[in-house]
């Protein structure tokens, strides 16, 4: 059963501008379903990586993807891991540089993470990864084979150690700024937009458009 609230620690507890955090797990997961690529982020070799990588959420858990002959995923079961979702809503201007900033929203989950080794698992990890980025296609194309099952890692985190900031709204203004009508201040939105569909070269050209694609907006 999904929780209803964030269970921060030490180490997930924001800190730095604390009143953006939330504490409502329907936040989390609400950055996490918007966004589309995570940065993992792990320890290999006694030295700091992040790798950008696509993942998809099921209730409680969060999948992430990568490549099997990957030395970073390599033995990644159990040990501590980071993962990062960032969603860019806007850039704020203010009156002075120092006070310009970022209108988003933002998720990060600490954790153990298990390596999928069983198969049914895998699957399954990799189909909440696929509707998540390309939802309809597990239905549509080709699922994969042995081998290319093989060739992919799955990696499965819990949520229960997570934080969320959101910044929304206009710059501050300090006194020293307060007169300086002379310089204009505000926010410049940012927004995802789906462009028309690519068709590869490759594809018959009678064939329309699936719906699950054409219908994404």
Same mark, same amino acid.
């Given at each position: 059963?999904?929780?209803?609230?964030? #269970?921060?620690?030490?180490?997930?507890?924001?800190?730095?501008?604390?009143?953006? !955090?939330?504490?409502?797990?329907?936040?989390?997961?609400?950055?996490?379903?918007?966004?589309?690529?995570?940065?993992?982020?792990?320890?290999?070799?006694?030295?700091?990586?992040?790798?950008?990588?696509?993942?998809?959420?099921?209730?409680?858990?969060?999948?992430?993807?990568?490549?099997?002959?990957?030395?970073?995923?390599?033995? #990644?079961?159990?040990?501590?891991?980071?993962?990062?979702?960032?969603?860019?809503? $806007?850039?704020?201007?203010?009156?002075?540089?120092?006070?310009?900033?970022?209108?988003?929203? #933002?998720?990060?989950?600490?954790?153990?993470?298990?390596?999928?080794?069983?198969?049914?698992?895998?699957?399954?990890?990799?189909?909440?990864?696929?509707?998540?980025? !390309?939802?309809?296609? =597990?239905?549509?194309?080709?699922?994969?084979?042995?081998?290319?099952?093989?060739?992919?890692?799955?990696?499965?985190?819990?949520?229960?150690? !997570?934080?969320?900031?959101?910044?929304? $709204?206009?710059?501050?203004?300090?006194?020293?700024?307060?007169?300086?009508?002379?310089? =204009?201040?505000?926010?410049?939105?940012?927004?995802?937009? =789906?462009?028309?569909?690519?068709?590869?070269?490759?594809?018959?050209?009678?064939?329309?458009?699936? !719906?699950?694609?054409?219908?994404?907006?």
């Amino acid at each position: 059963m999904t929780r209803s609230t964030l #269970s921060p620690t030490p180490r997930s507890t924001p800190r730095r501008h604390a009143e953006r !955090a939330q504490a409502d797990r329907a936040a989390l997961d609400a950055v996490l379903d918007a966004g589309l690529v995570c940065h993992l982020a792990l320890v290999v070799d006694g030295a700091p990586l992040v790798l950008p990588t696509g993942y998809g959420r099921d209730g409680d858990t969060l999948y992430v993807h990568g490549s099997s002959g990957a030395r970073s995923l390599r033995g #990644s079961a159990g040990i501590e891991v980071c993962v990062a979702v960032s969603l860019l809503d $806007g850039v704020v201007y203010a009156r002075s540089v120092f006070t310009h900033s970022f209108n988003y929203r #933002s998720a990060v989950v600490h954790g153990d993470a298990e390596l999928l080794e069983d198969e049914e698992h895998k699957l399954h990890g990799l189909r909440t990864l696929v509707e998540h980025l !390309a939802p309809g296609s =597990w239905g549509y194309a080709r699922t994969p084979t042995k081998r290319e099952l093989a060739a992919t890692s799955v990696l499965a985190l819990d949520l229960a150690e !997570a934080s969320v900031k959101i910044r929304t $709204g206009g710059p501050g203004c300090d006194e020293l700024d307060e007169s300086a009508n002379d310089v =204009w201040a505000g926010v410049l939105p940012v927004r995802q937009v =789906w462009e028309a569909p690519e068709p590869a070269e490759f594809t018959d050209p009678t064939l329309g458009v699936p !719906a699950h694609i054409s219908r994404r907006k």
